[in-house]
């Protein structure tokens, strides 16, 4: 079985500090990583994916996330946060050995508050 | 582009009632997926359809659940009857293929409340 966890419920940071949502992540196989976030009232946006390579990632937004196998880890990471970037984040995962469907299991999300 | 079009946008209805729910995805993308999203909670797969085909069914409870995609466009998701647990925001996502590394582009969903 696939599955994903956000061990934080909220992230608050100051703007210009650096932001870090965390998420670890179980699979039988190698991992498929995104990231999604849900500004409030509209539907969830893709930010970012992993799939092979480079275990830096970078995405829409200025934000990137890092890779970690040893850690099944893959945090989300933005050095300067902006008040803009205030919204519901969500890890997902999908298991490369299923090949005949897209099942993407997704965490239950950080909110991110950032304050002027 | 235009983006992947859900309505109605809100819905409140008394549980053993039915409703349904409409999904437009962005002309071209032939996979379009069903997800429920309970607050608090992560959104969860209910059907996943390849054109006008199911690939993934799963996680949907037939006993009340349907779902289909004529023509393999637009897709309506019905609940009869509703139950309070089934109070949820249903989210429609779509993409161009059903590829391992394919980006889901999702509706701003519809909110159901159910009394």
């Known amino acids: 079985a696939q599955s994903v966890a956000q061990p934080e419920d909220q992230v608050n940071v100051a703007e210009g500090n650096p932001l870090t949502v965390k998420c670890t992540y179980s699979?039988?196989?190698?991992?498929?990583l995104f990231w999604y976030v849900q500004y409030p009232n509209r539907g969830l946006q893709f930010l970012l994916k992993y799939i092979t390579g480079d275990n830096l990632v970078k995405g829409s937004y200025g934000f990137e996330a890092e890779f970690n196998k040893s850690q099944t880890s893959f945090h989300l990471k933005k050095p300067s946060a902006l008040v803009s970037d205030s919204a519901l984040y969500f890890c997902a995962v999908r298991d490369s050995r299923r090949s005949n469907d897209y099942k993407l299991s997704f965490g239950a999300g950080t909110t991110v508050t950032v304050r002027a | 582009e235009a983006g992947v079009a859900q309505s109605p946008r809100y819905k409140i209805i008394e549980k053993r009632q039915s409703v349904a729910f409409w999904c437009n995805p962005i002309?071209?993308?032939?996979?379009l997926y069903w997800y429920q999203q309970i607050l608090g909670q992560g959104p969860k797969l209910l059907i996943q359809?390849?054109?006008?085909?199911?690939?993934?069914d799963s996680q949907l409870p037939k006993d009340r659940f349907s779902a289909e995609r004529l023509k393999g466009v637009d897709s309506t998701l019905k609940i009869q009857p509703a139950k309070l647990e089934d109070s949820a925001v249903y989210l429609c996502a779509s993409s161009f293929n059903r590829g391992t590394n394919e980006k889901l582009f999702f509706g701003s969903g519809t909110q159901l409340s159910v009394l």
């Open positions: 359809f390849q054109n006008n085909g199911v690939v993934d």
């Open positions: 699979v039988s196989g190698n991992p498929y």
């Open positions: 002309s071209g993308h032939a996979t």
